[in-house]
C-alpha cells in the first residue's frame, strides 16, 4: 500500500521553497528563518530589511511566499504590498505585523496578501500560515475569522481605523511620526492642499481634533515605531 503523505509533507516535496523575509529587527528575521528551516528544510531563504530592499528583491528574484512588515522605515508596507502584488502575482504574501488583526487584517487581504500574522503569535503560527497559502488557501487566526463572519452578518460595527482609506492610513502614519504638511505631500507627492484635506478626514473619522491628538491616538494604537 502506498504511504499516504500529510498536506504539509506534499508542500514539502515540492522544495526548494524561495521564502524572503521582509523585517527591519534582524533578531525577528533570524527568527522566523530558524522557524521556517526546520519544517522547510531545503527552503532557500531571503531577506530584507525595509520596503527598498523588499522592492529591489522582488524585481529581481522569484519567490514563493514572502513576509512582509507592513511597519517599516521609508515607504507604507501598504504601498509595497501593492507593488509586489504587481511585480510577482503569483507569490504568497503573508503580512507580518504589530498591529492587531481587527486594525489592519481586512486592508491587507484586499489589498492582496494571502495572510495575517501578528508578530505575538508569529513564532506559534508561521509554519501553519506558509503551509495554508502554498496549499491555495488564506491565513488568518480562528478567532478574526469568527469576526469576520460577525462582520458579514452585519453585527459587528467597523473599528475606527478600518474606516480610513490606505492614503488617509498613510498620511495618519506621517503626522504621528512628526512630518509637516509640507514633507507629507513631497513624500507621497500630494499637494498640500490635498494632504490638508486627508488630514481633516482623519480627524473627522478619528473623533480627533489636533495634530497632539493624532499622535497619541497613533502611538496607542502602536502605528509607528
Known sequence: MDKIIPPDKQIAAKLPLRILIVDDHAIVRDGLK?????????ATFGEGRN????????????????????TMPGQSGLDVLKQVVELQPKTKILVLTMHPEDQYAVRVLK????????????????????????????????????????????????AP??????????VLRAIAAGKSVKEIGFDLSLSVKTVSTYRARILKKLALHTTADVIRYAMREKLVD
Open 111 to 158: 489589498t492582496g496578501a494571502a495572510g495575517y500574522l501578528t508578530k505575538e503569535t508569529a513564532s506559534e503560527e508561521v509554519v501553519n500560515a506558509v503551509t495554508k497559502v502554498l496549499g491555495g488557501g488564506r491565513y488568518v487566526s480562528a478567532k478574526f475569522a469568527e469576526s469576520l463572519v460577525g462582520k458579514l452578518n452585519g453585527k459587528v460595527e467597523k
Open 161 to 170: 481605523l478600518e474606516t480610513l482609506s490606505d492614503r488617509e492610513y498613510q
Open 51 to 70: 520596503a527598498q530592499d523588499a522592492l529591489q528583491r522582488v524585481a529581481s528574484e522569484p519567490w514563493d511566499v514572502l513576509l512582509l512588515d507592513i
Open 34 to 42: 530558524q522557524l521556517l528551516h526546520q519544517h522547510f528544510q531545503s
